[in-house]
């Protein structure tokens, strides 16, 4: 595919990209038709990670906080495993619903490289329940809820290469909940030069997590708020999970961004923010990005108006004064929080509108103008 009409390609893509999360007759013009599964009897039962056997056949699964003790015939939280007479079994492995080709800065990465394409896959289930999730349809369903692919990770590995995607991110739902499947993609495309990245709420186990940091290459975590009530009442999940998870992956060494999406009378209080900062910079210190994004009402919260620019902007002030160097503001296309700044001479090194990079002015890593390393992942 030529360059330029590869680009419109992706450009449409992206326009697309929650429909076709839901809708599977758009995907048939990227995929073959004998991809696609049509009935719930095509569950992938392979034998899950991390979980531990109990009397009387049940199990205790152990990929995340919630710690299910799931009994025979039955399902953990997340709905994608099961358990069969004592031993239990992903029903998700090799069976994505959402296959897309996304820009990167959608994730969003914004100092991971910038203005390149990531394969992006999903599958059904979640192991939260955000009120305001923005994939509902996808994540808080079971597969048999949902159309899904018959795509083994060496043919997802096949798929990037074909659309020339330098990543793989594992994405839209919770890649927690698909974890063998995440791992094994992760390990052959590493082996194929192609680089990994995971989008996820953090609320997993320190030993898997620390497992899958051998394998992918950055991790952007939705911290989405600062006080447990918040986690309690409108997540359904913990906050002090998410935090360790934060600081095992900057101990890891791979790439860290963050993302705090802003809702309004919900997570938006100033000294929230100010707290947050000071621990992010305390723990994982002043160069992990940070992006607040905007919240428009969705799912179960279409009760409060989208997020106000200007307790964007002031939240991000907030952070920028408790020392963070890099913090921007999501789903604003045009403002200026978009761009990244270099730190010490203050010209714009990535210049960026929406999912689109005008100008980058970083090589091997330096700012252009003064020669500062920029933190981040620049090079495929």
């Not at 994405?171 to 680089?195: C, H, K, Q």
């Not at 992990?288 to 428009?296: C, D, L």
């Not at 045009?334 to 210049?351: A, L, P, R, S, Y």
């Amino acid at each position: 595919m030529k360059k330029s009409g590869r680009r419109k390609f992706i450009k449409n893509l992206s326009s697309c990209a929650l429909l076709a999360s839901i809708n599977p007759k758009f995907l048939k013009s990227l995929f073959p038709e004998d991809l696609f599964l049509n009935s719930s009897s095509e569950l992938s039962y392979v034998e899950a990670k991390f979980y531990k056997k109990l009397p009387d056949n049940e199990v205790k699964c152990e990929i995340c906080p919630r710690e299910c003790v799931v009994g025979d015939k039955e399902r953990g939280y997340c709905g994608v495993r099961e358990n069969k007479k004592g031993k239990y079994y992903i029903l998700v492995y090799g069976r994505p619903c959402a296959l897309n080709v996304d820009p990167i800065e959608k994730k969003p990465f914004f100092h991971f490289l910038p203005g390149t394409e990531a394969f992006s896959i999903a599958t059904a289930g979640c192991n939260v329940n955000c009120k305001f999730c923005q994939n509902w349809q996808i994540s808080q369903v079971r597969p048999e809820q949902i159309r899904s692919f018959d795509v083994s990770p060496e043919e997802i590995v096949k798929y990037a290469k074909r659309y020339g995607a330098p990543s793989i991110s594992y994405t839209y739902s919770e890649p927690i909940i698909f974890y063998e499947y995440m791992y094994d993609v992760s390990l052959i495309a590493w082996r194929n030069g192609i680089r990994n990245t995971v989008v996820t709420g953090g609320h997993i186990n320190p030993e898997p997590l620390l497992e899958l940091t051998k394998v992918v290459d950055a991790i952007k975590v939705d911290l989405k708020a600062f006080h447990e009530k918040f986690f309690k009442e409108i997540v359904r999940g913990e906050l002090k999970p998410v935090l360790e998870t934060i600081k095992l992956i900057k101990k890891s060494g791979k790439w860290l961004e963050i993302v705090y999406l802003v809702i309004p009378t919900l997570n938006d209080s100033p000294e929230d923010i100010r707290k947050m900062s000071q621990w992010l910079v305390k723990e994982v210190g002043n160069d992990v990005p940070i992006h607040f994004s905007r919240f428009y009402p969705m799912y179960l919260m279409k009760n409060l108006p989208p997020t106000p620019i200007s307790t964007l902007e002031k939240l991000r002030d907030i952070t920028i004064k408790e020392g963070v160097k890099y913090v921007y503001i999501g789903n604003v296309p045009g403002h200026e929080g978009e761009k990244t700044f270099c730190e010490k001479c203050g010209q714009i090194i990535v210049d960026r509108f929406g999912y689109t990079i005008r100008n980058i002015n970083i090589k091997n890593g330096k700012c252009k103008f003064c020669l500062s390393k920029i933190p981040g992942v620049w090079n495929i």
